[in-house]
């Protein structure tokens, strides 16, 4: 192991080696166990035989396990594990670390030509140099190591998971040629990539499909209940079956020029801590980021233990519940615009006009799903009478507009790359975008756990300071103690609140 790294001496081995010997679950993605008798590394679940502990090494990173020579493991897939996603107030460098990963991480931040480290730099503020020294400080290898792990582990998802041709994954992994991505898998893994197709990648239904693995606990019925209770016919629908459920949903994703639209559906299969995506052949040009896309919708890549560490004193039922994402960061902005100051309701009413209204019909397998959300370019040049018709007010009709004109021009950038603080500007700098808006969308589309409507009604009424003279500064001093979850403590409150208010209509119904 690599004892000058501080990220690795912070783990904590023997803790580590009691995980791996109980398979526990909420570990997985959190390290790796490198085998020294095998020259294999495996996630925390994997059901194999539990190694000696003599013969153990852990990691952090699959990354750092790789750079020490081990292969990933063919049964328990690390491919599978839940991103590692740490976050910090008050280390300096490291920070500004797992910025760089959480970059490196999302493809939607560099558009077509693919991530480099000056690139990177430059993003960050920062010299290339310093950006190696602190993230090989923080991770124990270098970024373009990190970044390597990452696309040899995404074609080695696609290549077990999907029928797709070698050559498309090569591409789909970021790789310029087949001729290197052959020799970089070689090198690796000591494999062809065509050696690594398994038996159960046939067909299952149209289009292909993959696994992704989560952290329990989660609440299932909580993640689909928010989408439910906010679902648009047309575009999407939501199952709820048992433990688990489904999410439909029509998506069209602009990639090299050419927009893509196609369908998917999400199951999740609560026993094996996973969701199975399934993909539209339409949209496999652009399988990673949709894959990417669905992890942050449904916050797959969260660290409960983390999270809950801080949160469980003042939200002690909502262990499992998770910030409900979005698939696309325009649409979620556009509808976060229309909700303004009215019911969920009303403001899904606006939403399914609009879709009716300008939304593309789209062919799916699906009768549920028989429309596209409208595209930013389509409600940039939407007249006000147009969608003044619809019901929507000249405020939020200007404020639309302006979010579909700076989104189709690419002066907005709505997805987990975009730089926070600097999107909220913007927004807030379009017309009709308050505080409010701009909160919403950096918790929801930006990803921003730190994310805090402070003036959110709801919010208040759940937090118990809505009476006061001043609740949304009340809000916010209570917030203070949440940092930096404070997008978590706000889904918890309000469902906190939809459970007691539940609760009291069943009483009532039952008196």
């Not at 696309?151 to 090569?170: F, G, N, S």
């Not at 980021?289 to 992890?295: E, K, T």
Request: hydrophobic share 45%; proline share 6%.
């Amino acid at each position: 192991m690599q004892a000058m790294s501080p990220y690795l001496s912070n783990l904590k081995p023997d803790a580590c080696y009691l995980a791996l010997k109980t398979r526990d679950a909420r570990f997985d993605g959190s390290f790796f166990t490198g085998v020294t008798s095998t020259g294999i590394y495996c996630r925390p679940v994997c059901r194999v035989r539990t190694p000696k502990r003599e013969n153990c090494r852990f990691f952090g990173h699959a990354a750092q396990a790789e750079s020490a020579g081990f292969r990933p493991c063919l049964r328990c897939r690390p491919e599978l594990a839940p991103h590692s996603v740490a976050w910090s107030i008050q280390d300096a460098s490291a920070i500004l670390a797992h910025q760089a990963a959480r970059l490196l991480d999302e493809p939607e931040a560099w558009g077509d030509a693919g991530a480099s480290i000056a690139q990177l730099a430059q993003r960050l503020g920062v010299t290339d140099r310093h950006v190696r020294r602190i993230f090989e400080a923080q991770f124990g290898v270098s970024p373009v190591q990190y970044l390597q792990t990452r696309r040899l582990l995404t074609a080695k998802q696609l290549l077990a998971d999907t029928e797709l041709p070698v050559t498309q994954i090569a591409l789909l992994s970021g790789y310029a040629s087949v001729r290197r991505f052959n020799a970089a898998f070689l090198a690796h893994y000591g494999l062809n990539p065509t050696q690594l197709r398994r038996a159960g990648a046939q067909r299952n239904g149209p289009g292909v499909s993959v696994r992704l693995g989560y952290r329990p606990p989660y609440d299932v019925p909580a993640m689909l209940g928010f989408f439910g209770q906010r679902l648009l016919p047309g575009i999407e629908f939501v199952r709820a079956e048992g433990d688990g459920g489904a999410v439909g949903r029509t998506l069209s994703i602009e990639s090299g020029g050419r927009v893509h639209r196609g369908w998917l559906l999400a199951q999740f299969q609560p026993a094996q801590h996973q969701v199975l995506l399934q993909v539209g052949d339409s949209l496999c040009e652009v399988l990673p980021l949709v894959i990417r896309r669905l992890r942050a919708t449904f916050d797959l890549d969260a660290d409960p233990l983390g999270i809950n560490k801080l949160l469980h004193a003042s939200f002690p039922d909502g262990d499992g519940v998770r910030v409900p994402g979005a698939l696309s960061g325009f649409e979620l902005a556009v509808r976060a615009v229309l909700g303004q100051q009215i019911t969920v309701a009303a403001a899904r009413t606006l939403a399914r006009r609009l879709v009716e209204r300008f939304g593309e019909p789209v062919d799916t397998p699906f009768p549920e799903l028989t429309r596209l959300f409208p595209e930013p370019s389509v409600l940039a040049q939407a007249a006000g009478d147009a969608l003044g018709q619809l019901g929507i007010v000249k405020q939020r009709q200007a404020a639309i507009v302006a979010i579909a004109q700076a989104v189709a021009g690419r002066q907005l950038q709505l997805h987990g790359g975009a730089d926070v603080q600097a999107t909220l500007q913007q927004l807030q700098q379009l017309p009709g975008i308050g505080d409010w808006t701009a909160q919403y969308i950096a918790m929801r589309a930006l990803r921003w756990p730190d994310a805090f409507p402070s003036g959110d009604v709801a919010l208040q009424k759940a937090l118990g300071v809505q009476a006061g003279p001043h609740p949304a500064r009340a809000a916010l001093a209570a917030s203070q103690a949440w940092k930096p979850w404070r997008s978590y403590a706000v889904v918890r409150a309000w469902h906190a609140m939809a459970a007691r208010e539940s609760a009291a209509k069943t009483a009532g119904a039952v008196a």
